[in-house]
């Protein structure tokens, strides 16, 4: 058994448990912000990518409206097709796997096939990592529901700060170099700006103009933003 | 629309971009432009979220225990900090701070 945990699957395996466990956070903090037990399930199972799920509940938690999540949870989705593309031309799957691949095409699978050079590995890194963040994912989705349900007032238990936090730890790997840095202070001040005087939900899709507008005229390296949450370490890193 | 058909059709857009990057031309989607946009617009988007959650208060602004939960997972993250604790240690704050 031991050679077949190549460098790619045990890569692949402790992303897919990293990863997994903050469905626990996701679970929590989407019951904290009034969805059911089976909306938070359906969220993890059906949408499963963890940017545009905290998004979803986030604007909804802000008192936005169902159209405003949903155009928050989509357009952060944009980067999937991104690697939807690097996926079709590493992998080329084929017939009935096309779909399940693009069902598992998140940051944290993209960047593991991504992170491997020879085309067997890739394979294996996608897969490993695609399947295994999707079962631990949506496992600790459902052991976070269950315990937010349990816990009551997500006021008393700091649940807010929470959110907070799961949001700036989300967005803190991206911010590699100065012009993310910049994007960000600029999105978060329109945000702060537009707060008082839009409807909820509506500030964050102001800040989403300004940095599609950014990224369209400007002339940063490619890549900016593309970082998965939890990044693929080398193969001696990762077995320290 | 009610919220359980705003999640069925967020959930079914989440697959379709998934799925549009295996359809497209690989020169299409790879294009430096595109994947420039997909790249500032995750970066806005999860600004924008942090400082809505940090700081709204329905259509408002409020500075409450949520400042001391972001100020403390700063630090946790530039201590490199695994995410769940960031998370928790977040929490703690924010509770914490509403106790005093």
Same mark, same amino acid.
């Given at each position: 058994? $031991?050679?077949?945990?190549?460098?790619?699957?045990?890569?692949?395996?402790?992303?897919?448990?990293?990863? @997994?466990?903050?469905?626990?956070?996701?679970? #929590?903090?989407?019951?904290?912000?009034?969805?059911?037990?089976?909306?938070?399930?359906?969220?993890?199972?059906?949408?499963?990518?963890?940017?545009?799920?905290?998004?979803?509940?986030?604007?909804?938690?802000?008192?936005?409206?169902?159209?405003?999540?949903?155009?928050?949870?989509?357009?952060? @989705? !944009?980067?999937?097709?991104?690697?939807?593309?690097?996926?079709? $031309?590493?992998?080329?799957?084929?017939? %009935? =796997?096309? *779909?399940?691949?693009?069902?598992?095409?998140?940051?944290?699978? &993209?960047?593991?096939?991504?992170?491997?050079?020879?085309?067997?590995?890739?394979?294996?890194?996608?897969?490993?990592?695609?399947?295994?963040?999707?079962?631990? %994912?949506?496992?600790?989705?459902?052991?976070?529901?269950?315990? @937010?349900?349990?816990?009551?007032?997500?006021?008393?238990?700091?649940?807010?700060?929470?959110?907070?936090?799961?949001?700036?730890?989300?967005?803190?790997? $991206?911010?590699?170099?100065?012009?993310?840095?910049?994007?960000?202070?600029?999105? #978060?001040?329109?945000?702060?700006?537009?707060? *008082?005087?839009?409807?909820? @939900?509506?500030?964050?899709?102001?800040?989403?103009?300004?940095?599609?507008? %950014?990224?369209?005229?400007?002339?940063?390296?490619?890549?900016?933003?593309?970082?998965?949450?939890?990044? *693929?370490?080398?193969?001696?890193?990762?077995? $320290? | 629309?009610?919220?359980?058909?705003?999640?069925?059709?967020?959930?079914?857009?989440?697959?379709?971009?998934?799925?549009?990057?295996? =359809?497209?031309?690989?020169?299409?989607?790879?294009?430096?432009?595109?994947?420039?946009?997909?790249?500032?617009?995750? !970066?806005?988007?999860? #600004?924008?979220?942090?400082?809505?959650? &940090?700081?709204?208060?329905?259509?408002?602004?409020?500075?409450?225990?949520?400042?001391?939960?972001?100020?403390?997972?700063?630090?946790?993250?530039?201590?490199?900090?695994?995410?769940?604790?960031?998370?928790?240690?977040? #929490?703690?704050?924010?509770?914490?701070?509403?106790?005093?």
């Amino acid at each position: 058994m $031991r050679e077949r945990l190549t460098p790619a699957v045990r890569i692949g395996l402790s992303i897919a448990l990293a990863t @997994g466990l903050y469905g626990i956070s996701f679970g #929590a903090l989407a019951v904290a912000s009034g969805f059911s037990v089976a909306q938070t399930a359906a969220l993890s199972l059906l949408m499963f990518t963890g940017g545009s799920q905290f998004a979803f509940i986030g604007v909804i938690a802000a008192g936005g409206a169902g159209n405003a999540a949903f155009a928050a949870a989509t357009l952060l @989705g !944009i980067r999937n097709a991104v690697y939807g593309a690097q996926i079709n $031309r590493m992998l080329m799957p084929r017939g %009935w =796997l096309r *779909p399940l691949a693009a069902q598992v095409t998140i940051d944290e699978s &993209a960047a593991t096939a991504a992170s491997q050079s020879d085309p067997a590995e890739q394979r294996r890194g996608f897969w490993v990592a695609g399947i295994g963040v999707y079962l631990l %994912w949506n496992l600790f989705t459902l052991v976070g529901a269950l315990l @937010g349900d349990a816990l009551g007032d997500p006021r008393r238990w700091g649940l807010d700060g929470a959110a907070v936090a799961a949001f700036l730890a989300l967005l803190w790997p $991206r911010l590699r170099s100065r012009e993310p840095v910049a994007i960000a202070i600029v999105c #978060a001040l329109v945000t702060m700006l537009a707060l *008082p005087w839009v409807p909820p @939900g509506v500030p964050i899709l102001l800040a989403a103009t300004v940095a599609a507008i %950014w990224g369209w005229f400007g002339q940063g390296p490619a890549d900016e933003g593309l970082e998965p949450d939890v990044a *693929p370490v080398s193969d001696k890193e990762a077995s $320290r | 629309m009610t919220l359980w058909g705003w999640i069925m059709l967020a959930c079914v857009a989440a697959w379709t971009l998934k799925f549009v990057g295996y =359809l497209v031309p690989v020169r299409w989607m790879e294009s430096p432009r595109m994947s420039r946009v997909a790249g500032t617009l995750t !970066i806005g988007l999860l #600004a924008s979220l942090t400082t809505m959650n &940090a700081l709204s208060a329905g259509q408002g602004l409020a500075f409450d225990a949520r400042m001391g939960a972001l100020l403390v997972a700063a630090v946790a993250l530039a201590l490199r900090a695994p995410f769940l604790l960031v998370v928790v240690l977040g #929490a703690v704050a924010a509770a914490l701070l509403r106790l005093l």
